[in-house]
């Protein structure tokens, strides 16, 4: 598989942070928090293209949870098509969204008190952040009265954590409590006591911390990046979809390429 570009442009919306092939990006919502070695859980799938195929066509998407205290940015949408090796075995991470205090399933960060970043959606050759091919990035979580940001954008606030680049994390945001600065696949955790958390992506977004100026009103955490495949695509997810992934397989004779299937988790975990 060949790295494409990663980006920044994302989406909003109320809550926490947003998770993001169609590949999205999440928002802030409660699904598992970690991913771990065998078995792999719930939203992290092995999948093997089948017969010859020899492209993978992705779409993921996700949505944001509401609040009192702010609104959770919106993911990204990615579709792009990948090559791969014919019985070679992918893994499939769907995005969690974030939800109160705790950031969404792949990459989301944590807040003390607010919402947490939505987790990134991604295909990957092993279980390492290095062998990512497409990622799709999720929302900041909200900051006290302050607004996560979409993917690719920072918070709300004088205090807002800043959004994730194509090679840096996003910095923290805030100069009383500053939140942790975003790094490689992870947001960054929301400053104390009251900062959102950075949101998932193939750089995570910095977490959202106080300000001088603005006390009361500590700062949403910053969207993620996303890494788009050549040729790809990136919009804001869809308002209220679920976190999601959809896999378009085609094989080839020559110049030939006919699709042999579909596959999508909507309903339930994505199965062979």
């Known amino acids: 598989m060949s790295r494409g570009r990663s980006t920044a442009s994302i989406a909003r919306r109320a809550g926490t942070g947003l998770a993001g092939c169609a590949l ?24 093997t293209p089948p017969f010859a195929a020899t492209t993978v066509s992705c779409t993921f998407d996700s949505t944001g949870a509401d609040s009192e205290y702010g609104a959770g940015g919106m993911g990204a949408q990615v579709t792009g098509a990948l090559t ?114 950075g949101a998932g992506g193939y750089y995570g977004g910095g977490g959202g911390g106080s300000f001088n100026t603005e006390k009361d009103y500590d700062g949403g955490g910053g969207g993620g990046s996303s890494l788009v495949p050549e040729g790809g695509s990136e919009s804001l997810a869809v308002e209220g979809q679920t976190p999601h992934v959809v896999i378009n397989y085609t094989y080839c004779t020559g110049s030939l390429c006919m699709l042999a299937g579909s596959l999508s988790n909507f309903g339930g975990p994505l199965c062979n």
């Open 84 to 197: 791969v090796t014919p019985n070679t075995d992918l893994l499939v991470y769907v995005g969690g969204n974030g939800s109160d205090k705790t950031g969404g399933f792949n990459g989301g960060g944590d807040s003390d008190d607010m919402g947490g970043g939505g987790g990134a959606s991604d295909i990957r050759l092993d279980e390492s952040l290095s062998s990512r091919s497409i990622v799709a990035a999720g929302g900041g979580g909200h900051g006290r009265y302050r607004a996560g940001g979409d993917a690719g954008q920072p918070g709300g606030g004088a205090g807002a954590g800043q959004p994730g680049t194509d090679s840096v994390g996003g910095v923290g945001g805030g100069d009383l409590e500053v939140g942790a600065d975003g790094v490689f696949g992870l947001g960054g955790h929301g400053g104390y006591y009251n900062g959102g958390g």
């Open 24 to 47: 999205a990006g999440a928002a802030a919502v409660v699904l598992p928090g970690a991913a771990g070695a065998a078995p792999l859980p719930d939203n992290c799938i092995e999948y």
